[in-house]
């Protein structure tokens, strides 16, 4: 055989490899639609076997590992710890991750994955990893408020929980003022040590999400209760604790108010919801 013979069945190779690809390509769009199909009437497990031939025939198919993804995830159920539950969850972590660490995401696949994996992280109480997640899609979209509003809420999980077990080992509610005395005052500084440094996160978090969103209600009943635990920090100094406490009840105030002016405005904007005055003598 000669040499422009090999390179005519060289290319003729060449041809029948990309035609094979395009194949697959064309064949995974296909599957891929197919599930889309099936996912928005709700038949998730049909679904997934969609995606995952759409995957399988194109694993550079990003939509189709993050549609794999949010279908793993629509199966799990939060709070339900069962090997099956849990492995729902772990396959849809795992496929978003796998978006994340492809060449080139786009930004809104990045953010998909990275909220999907620390909304599951969050539901699954591993809540070092779902702030992990959420921190990491605060630099991939500075301007989301609910991005900031979850670190918030994130640490005073935390921050109660800490509180809480420490208080109760010497008979306190998580409410309770630590008293003056040696073994409350050892314990208060284990909880400001433990505490502290989550606090001030979790107050510049939810600036952050106020600055974004004004009128974001949750983020100020977050407020309200991060300052709660960040007066259980001030271990033998009353007068701090008490200017805490008096901040938590504006934050409290401040929400109670934003919702009724929220709530006018919605009446307002109703049929019949403005009232005209009647004119009296005609």
Known sequence: MNRSVRALAFLAVLAMLFGAVGCNKLKARDQLNKGVQSFKN?????????????VSLDPSLLTARLYLGTAYMQQYIPGADTPEN????????AEFKTVLDSPSPTKEQQLHGLKSIAFLY????????????????????????????????LNWVDTYKTAADSKAKIGLKVDDEFKKSKEDLKVCAEVRAANEAKINEGFAALNSA???RPEYEDAM???????????DTECGDPKTRMADLKMADQWSEKN???????AEKKQQQQ??????EQQSGK
């Not at 009943?221 to 007066?231: D, E, F, G, S, T």
């Not at 109670?256 to 929220?262: E, V």
């Open 122 to 153: 969050y539901n699954m109480k591993n809540f070092d990893k779902s702030r992990d997640y959420y921190r990491q899609a605060t630099k991939v979209d500075p301007n989301d408020p609910e991005i900031f509003y979850m670190i918030g809420v």
């Open 210 to 212: 106020l600055k974004l």
């Open 86 to 93: 849990n492995r729902n969850a772990e396959l849809a972590i």
């Open 42 to 54: 709700a038949k998730f497990e049909e679904a997934i076997e969609h995606f995952k031939n759409a």
């Open 221 to 231: 009943v977050y407020m309200n209760l991060l300052y709660r635990r960040k007066a």
């Open 271 to 276: 049929p019949g919801g403005i009232v005209l």
């Open 256 to 262: 109670m108010a934003t919702r009724k002016i929220k």
